[in-house]
């Protein structure tokens, strides 16, 4: 028999988006349920399951009082970054509502280093005018941040099952009624007005990533399978400075980009500037043109990686010792004051098609960070947005999570909660068996050729074909169903590359180099297996016309 239990919101993820929307949906008097693949907060030194985690940089905030900056400063610089894509109606609301939740972050317990007057001591990256990013512990925001919401979580009414993986959203004549999950002990349901998906992202398409292992594309998977709309998959994210590993896959190092905005200069193996006559701003250039400057650097010296020449940096261990932490970890050191370097998969701009309330266009369902596609970050992400964004979208979805509050459960609402019932068993039966799966590290492989920096007709085209021809697999295992999920998201990524015949932002295809005057997003929803172009004007949440699909 399957555990069967009730709640107001579920919420797949516990990264800063999905704590964040648990936290505040529980003081506002809903019952919440978080799932996560591994533990909102890992202290055994193992690594851990968020990619807040690992996010060194800051978060990019704009302190009201502040002369030197302005929400409508911080929107320029988002917007020159996304490339065209970035919608401003969307986004203001965003940055404006950046300080108040970084203040309630602060009273859950975030301790944010402070200068001599006791203000928030402030760095600058690539692509922002000013100095207006906030750190903790030197490079350790991340971690900070996860720490005190996973802190701020267990003290709240909130219920947290680790060591969950979420596997389908359950939909009630149309509208989504709840989720079904699987751990040691089986498969379960969790009946919920809201559901939430604030997976992160899939760096795990590509043999190696600054994300930890569990990002595997689950949530782009799971709101395709329940019907919700998809955009701008084909704009991920490739962070300029990874540390460079010879041979290593999976989770590398992230050399934050503050190394490069206190004082760090990129030099190829001869010691030339790398962004020299590149960009006006250099160095801290938005990152899709930084790393294809990196990118450009090995392949006219032949060596796999640049150096990043930290000579300048006093105290460097000190203010960065999450990567000194994580260079010594990796086997190397810091003599000499140059790190390797090399672009890394780190970041998806686009993701599951959301309003200002998270809301998708399947009734019931939400979507909150990384997975989630607002029309902040566009073609490019602006440095140290996405923990803005996670914290205010976060708050914002929990408001909506209590309106839906009122609504009907579905079906079989009278199972008192924390009851297990055959009826449970029996949704859960009806779950898929077996989904395609493609061989993970011949997927990864393939991604991080075809699908990576540089991408053409001739390379997507092979993969597509390769990937819908996957063979089915039996879901006996989580390391299955992320296969699976792999697969799908890898496909959806595809199809999006395929359809951009320009080169725009962190999507450049060799065979359209240009950038065309028009700038379009565009949006897929899953429709027999295959995927359908659906025409962005009529693109409401909650309000999905068939007559969209373009056929």
């Known amino acids: 028999m399957s555990e069967e239990f009730r709640a107001d919101l579920v919420v797949v993820g516990a990264g800063v988006a999905g704590l964040t ?14 799932l996560t693949k591994g533990k909102a907060w890992e202290n055994s030194g193992h690594e851990q399951s968020t990619a807040t985690f690992y996010a060194q940089g800051g978060i990019a905030v704009v302190e009201p009082d502040n002369p030197e900056d302005s929400v409508a400063l911080h929107l320029a610089d988002t917007l ?59 490079d350790a925001t991340g971690a900070r941040v996860q720490q005190a919401l996973a802190t701020a979580v267990a003290k709240a009414p909130v219920r947290v099952l680790h060591h969950a993986c979420a596997t389908q959203v359950l939909i009630d004549d149309g509208r989504a009624v709840g989720l079904e999950y699987a751990d040691d002990s089986g498969r379960h349901i969790v009946r919920a007005r809201a559901v939430l998906i604030a997976t992160g992202g899939l760096g795990h398409l590509y043999s190696a990533t600054t994300n930890p292992s569990g990002s595997t594309g689950d949530g782009i998977a799971l709101a395709l399978r329940a019907g919700a709309c998809v955009a701008d998959l084909e704009f991920v994210q490739f962070h300029p400075t990874m540390l460079y590993v010879p041979g290593a896959r999976g989770r590398r190092t992230l050399v934050s980009e503050a190394v490069r905005g206190e004082g760090g200069v990129l030099v190829d193996v001869n010691g030339d500037s790398v962004t020299a006559g590149v960009h006006p701003m250099g160095d801290l250039a938005p990152r899709d043109v930084v790393a294809r400057a990196v990118t450009a650097a090995m392949a006219r010296t032949g060596q796999p990686h640049v150096w990043l020449d930290i000579s300048a940096i006093d105290n460097f261990e000190e203010r960065f010792p999450t990567v000194t932490a994580g260079v010594r970890a990796s086997g190397l050191d810091l003599t000499g004051n140059r790190l390797p370097v090399v672009p890394g998969a780190h970041y998806l701009c686009g993701g599951v098609v959301v309003d200002g309330g998270g809301r998708t266009n399947v009734p019931g369902l939400l979507a909150a960070g990384e997975v989630a596609r607002t029309g902040l970050h566009g073609a490019n992400r602006l440095a140290s947005n996405s ?90 295992s989580v390391a299955d169903a992320e296969d699976a999920n792999l697969t799908l998201t890898a496909r959806a990524v595809i199809a999006a590359a395929r359809i951009r015949e320009e080169s725009r932002g962190c999507h450049y295809r060799a065979d359209f180099p240009e950038t065309s005057t028009v700038a379009e997003s565009y949006m897929f929803v899953l429709a027999d297996q295959a995927f359908v172009e659906v025409d962005a004007d009529v693109i409401r949440a909650g309000h999905f016309a068939p007559d969209s699909l373009r056929k």
């Open 80 to 138: 020159a970054a996304g490339a065209g894509l970035t919608d401003a109606e969307s986004s203001e609301p965003i940055l404006a509502d950046g300080f108040d939740a970084v203040t309630q972050l602060v009273d859950w317990g975030a301790q944010f280093d402070l200068d001599a007057d006791g203000r928030f001591r402030r760095t600058r990256e690539g692509g922002h005018s000013v100095r207006r990013i906030i750190h903790a512990g030197g």
């Open 387 to 476: 923990l803005l964004e996670g914290l205010v979208m976060g708050r914002a979805v929990a408001r909506t999570a209590e309106e839906l509050g009122a609504g009907e459960l579905g079906a079989g609402d009278s199972t008192a909660e924390g009851s297990t019932t055959d009826q449970g068993a029996t949704w859960a039966a009806a779950s898929p068996a077996e989904l395609p799966a493609y061989d993970r590290t011949a997927l990864q492989d393939a991604m991080s050729s075809s699908v990576a920096l540089d991408r053409s007709a001739e390379g997507l085209d092979r993969l597509a074909q390769l990937l819908e021809a996957a063979p089915m697999r039996k879901l006996d």
């Open 21 to 34: 929307a648990a936290l505040v949906a529980a003081r506002r008097g809903l019952s919440v349920a978080v």
